[in-house]
């Protein structure tokens, strides 16, 4: 059983070394048959090992960090002790045994469920699931916000790499775009017999074939993945909507704007997106969600509408009051300031209200009685 367990890890690394041997003799192709024995200008080649160099750098140092940093696994307090593993094996009923991992899982922050609206558990790690988690049957282990398992990194694409595999999906996309830009030229000579008897033209039309094909695999790919940023989702949620404790919702993770989902994983600084460098926001085990954005957004909207609404109270406050009194049954109404006295009316010959207010009259609170009301 050991040994077939070696073999199994020794086969799993197959596709990276496959894609290693590729770059090597890309490198070969290019540089040496190309550059050094094909090219005849010398600025060209000077300028084509620049810029050759540095997409290759670029495409092998988010590689390499895809393919080593360690995958994010599920924090100690999200597994069960023995006492709770043991409860929950001696219960026999499905509610119970619900209801013993809802108590556990009271004071941790998850807030996905499944399907049947219960609590997210792995039987195999027995731990409680954070949010966005899954088990991994090749890593054998559970993955913060995994997204899948890339057989060409011989790795599980989750919370701590999967900046690192957005880059190497980019920068592998852009290496093979200027390998086969560069090299088409000689390509086209290739096949109008014009390229001459250079040992390497066999090399070259490999080369082209070779990075054509892979940039259009890699157009695809990194095109849906950069859509998945945008939305704030991954691979799994995708295929299989998140379920909340208020029911399916497959945009739960999405913030308000896509510039907001890209920072979820590329982090605030703008300059570092384009490095291989962890800076993906959170610790992998909760994630803001879109209801909590949403009653964020609701409380900060409350809020100014009540600042806004004292505002106003303060500045009616502030004015006099005014006072309308109905005289004569309703048939005229009569404004006065807080400082001046109801007058009482007299008819006029045709029959409408006259009123007449004297400024110098006062105003005597115990002898009127007169409603207030704030216009």
């Given at each position: 059983m050991g040994i077939l367990?070696?073999?199994?890890?020794?086969?799993?690394?197959?596709p990276v070394v496959f894609i290693t041997a590729i770059i090597a003799w890309s490198y070969y192709a290019y540089v040496i048959q190309l550059c050094i024995f094909t090219v005849d200008n010398i600025l060209e080649?000077?300028?084509?090992?620049?810029?050759?160099?540095?997409?290759?750098?670029?495409f092998l140092w988010a590689y390499y960090k895809t393919i080593w940093v360690s995958i994010a696994t599920i924090p100690k307090e999200f597994y069960l002790t023995d006492a709770d593993i043991d409860r929950l094996e001696n219960e026999e009923r499905g509610d119970r045994q619900d209801a013993i991992l809802k108590q556990i899982a009271k004071n941790l922050p998850v807030?996905?469920?499944?399907?049947?609206?219960?609590?997210?558990?792995?039987?195999?790690?027995?731990?409680?699931?954070?949010?966005?988690?899954?088990?991994?049957?090749?890593?054998?282990?559970c993955v913060l916000k995994m997204d899948h398992h890339c057989p060409w990194?011989?790795?599980?694409?989750?919370?701590?790499?999967?900046?690192?595999?957005?880059?190497?999906?980019?920068?592998?996309?852009?290496y093979c775009l200027y390998v086969a830009a560069t090299v088409l030229q000689y390509f086209i000579e290739f096949w109008s017999n014009t390229l001459g008897s250079t040992p390497g033209k066999f090399h070259i039309l490999f080369l082209f074939?070779?990075?054509?094909?892979?940039?259009?695999?890699?157009?695809?790919?990194?095109?849906?993945?950069?859509?998945?940023?945008?939305?704030?989702?991954?691979?799994?949620?995708?295929?299989?909507?998140?379920?909340?404790?208020s029911g399916p919702d497959k945009d739960g993770f999405s913030m308000n704007?896509?510039?907001?989902?890209?920072?979820?994983?590329?982090?605030?600084?703008?300059?570092?997106?384009?490095?291989?460098?962890?800076?993906?926001?959170?610790?992998?085990?909760c994630f803001p969600t879109r209801t909590e954005s949403e009653d964020s957004d609701h409380?900060?909207?409350?809020?100014?509408?009540?600042?806004?609404?004292?505002?106003?109270?303060?500045?009616?406050?502030?004015?006099?009051?005014?006072?309308?009194?109905?005289?004569?049954?309703?048939?005229?109404?009569?404004?006065?300031?807080?400082?001046?006295?109801?007058?009482?009316?007299?008819?006029?010959p045709n029959g409408l209200t006259a009123v007449t207010i004297d400024p110098e009259a006062g105003y005597d609170n115990k002898s009127n009685s007169i409603d207030h009301h704030h216009m």
């Open positions: 367990r070696a073999c199994a890890r020794v086969f799993k690394w197959l080649k000077v300028v084509y090992m620049v810029f050759y160099h540095l997409f290759l750098f670029l807030s996905t469920r499944t399907l049947a609206g219960g609590i997210r558990y792995c039987d195999i790690c027995r731990a409680i699931k954070p949010d966005r988690c899954h088990h991994c049957s090749v890593c054998e282990t990194v011989n790795n599980c694409v989750g919370f701590s790499n999967y900046k690192f595999f957005i880059l190497f999906l980019m920068y592998g996309l852009l074939f070779a990075a054509a094909m892979f940039a259009l695999s890699l157009i695809s790919l990194f095109g849906y993945h950069c859509y998945l940023v945008s939305v704030n989702k991954t691979t799994l949620e995708s295929f299989r909507t998140p379920v909340f404790s704007t896509k510039l907001e989902n890209i920072k979820q994983v590329f982090g605030e600084d703008i300059k570092q997106w384009w490095m291989p460098v962890f800076a993906s926001y959170g610790d992998g085990r409380l900060l909207a409350e809020r100014q509408r009540w600042a806004e609404e004292g505002m106003e109270s303060d500045t009616t406050n502030t004015e006099d009051n005014i006072k309308i009194d109905i005289c004569n049954s309703g048939r005229s109404a009569h404004y006065a300031t807080s400082e001046q006295q109801c007058p009482q009316p007299s008819l006029e």
